[in-house]
């Protein structure tokens, strides 16, 4: 365990109590909460095909390798840290090719921050800042709502060939 990171929790004693479930970007999650407030289809911009929650808001657990694989989704995402043995960095390219590497996590002197928020439309991936050290718990937050509809998941030759310059990291953190 990273000595700059202090949790009473394990990975397994989360999945368990929390009733985390296998995630399909990778990880393991749990909606927690869902807005019964809903934004009708005429009221949301083109790209949604449907009415929408106001807002969701789900439990991620990431442990040692596993990663949060390229994806997008047509709705801001916000990412809240909540505990763990290790930071998380969210990678976030933008429609413009510009690559921001977010550091989520406890340790404010090293730059982590306890919250970050991606743009719609970008592509989003995460993994533990340092895969040895452990596990990470955040939450995501997303407005309007998220439904499976709105999820796009890369695949390296698609999103290499859009953005080149990133063929490295997109390779690493996507599935086939």
């Not at 005429?42 to 390798?65: A, V």
Request: charged share 25%; aromatic share 12%.
């Amino acid at each position: 365990m990273n000595s700059n990171y202090m949790t009473r929790y394990t990975a397994s004693y989360l999945i368990e109590k929390l009733q985390l479930q296998p995630h399909p970007e990778g990880g393991y999650y749990l909606q927690i909460y869902q807005d019964k407030s809903i934004i009708k289809q005429s009221g949301l911009p083109d790209k949604f095909d449907g009415d929408r929650s106001c807002l969701t808001s789900i439990y991620y657990l990431l442990e040692g390798k596993d990663f949060s694989a390229f994806h997008r989704i047509k709705s801001d995402e916000v990412w809240h840290y909540y505990t763990g043995s290790t930071g998380v960095k969210i990678y976030e390219i933008k429609t413009d090719g510009e690559l921001i590497v977010h550091q989520l996590g406890q340790i404010l002197d090293k730059g982590e921050k306890f919250v970050s928020a991606i743009e719609k439309s970008s592509w989003c991936s995460a993994e533990l800042s340092n895969p040895s050290a452990g596990f990470a718990l955040v939450g995501c937050t997303v407005a309007p709502g998220f439904e499976y509809q709105d999820l796009e998941i890369a695949t390296f030759k698609n999103l290499s060939e859009q953005f080149p310059q990133h063929t490295e990291i997109i390779k690493k953190l996507t599935r086939n």
